[in-house]
């Protein structure tokens, strides 16, 4: 079984530019993650989807960060304009069906992630 | 949402079992623990997950005792590769069964 695919792996761009990231999810799982991970830091959610709806997107800077995942299968996430703090390694996972206590439903798998560099 | 509270870092050497104990005093009676694993430069991994008393699987053992205010991560003879970042989550029902990680432990195995 493939895992969760992501893309670019690193990228280095000048700060007020903009950035786009793409994850594929595991084929068949309904809910989508993107977190933000800081150096030294544990990954913080940025935006939870299910299927091609948004169920949190709470700590999502909606100012200069914009996410979507239109046909409920991969999904992109935007940064425009970059800032110096947004320097971080941006994650994506996946999960099969969410929302029940306990199993393996609601069992996150990661990608890879892709590191972000703003200079 | 309920945090947890995990040691920053431990050492241990190869062949030894590795035990990190995480507390998590606000658990609600539908919630469950799960550890997550990092290495450098991937995503975290899921190890094992457990409600109450004890589950084991090919990698860890993860102990509960029944008042659910901590939790412990076993690592049974660990070897060089065990070293990582170990995230102790509480899972939530009531909220979507969000992950809110913290900083996590840092596992250092030596030789």
């Known amino acids: 079984e493939a895992g969760v695919a992501q893309s670019p792996r690193y990228k280095i761009i000048e700060k007020r530019q903009s950035v786009a990231f793409w994850c594929n999810p595991i084929s068949g799982h309904a809910t989508l993650y993107w977190y933000q991970q800081i150096l030294g830091q544990g990954p913080k959610l940025l935006i939870q989807?299910?299927?091609?709806?948004?169920?949190?997107d709470s700590q999502l800077p909606k100012d200069r960060f914009s996410a979507e995942r239109l046909k409920g299968v991969d999904s992109t996430l935007k940064i425009q304009p970059a800032k110096l703090e947004d320097s971080a390694v941006y994650l994506c996972?996946?999960?099969?069906?969410?929302?029940?206590?306990?199993?393996?439903?609601?069992?996150?798998?990661f990608g890879p992630g892709t590191r972000l560099t703003v200079l | 949402l309920a945090k947890t509270t995990q040691p920053i870092s431990m050492d241990s050497y190869e062949g030894q079992e590795v035990n990190i104990t995480c507390s998590h005093n606000n658990i609600a009676t539908n919630d469950y623990i799960t550890w997550y694993q990092q290495f450098p430069s991937q995503g975290p991994r899921f190890i094992i997950q457990g409600y109450k008393t004890k589950v084991t699987n090919e990698v860890a053992s993860l102990f509960i005792p029944a008042d659910r205010k901590s939790s412990t991560l076993s690592l049974p003879r660990v070897s060089l590769s065990d070293t990582a970042v170990y995230y102790c989550l509480v899972t939530q029902w009531e909220y979507g069964n969000k992950l809110v990680f913290g900083a996590g432990t840092i596992l250092r195995v030596k030789s």
């Open positions: 996972a996946s999960s099969l069906n969410p929302g029940t206590s306990g199993g393996e439903g609601d069992t996150q798998y």
């Open positions: 989807f299910q299927n091609n709806g948004v169920v949190d």
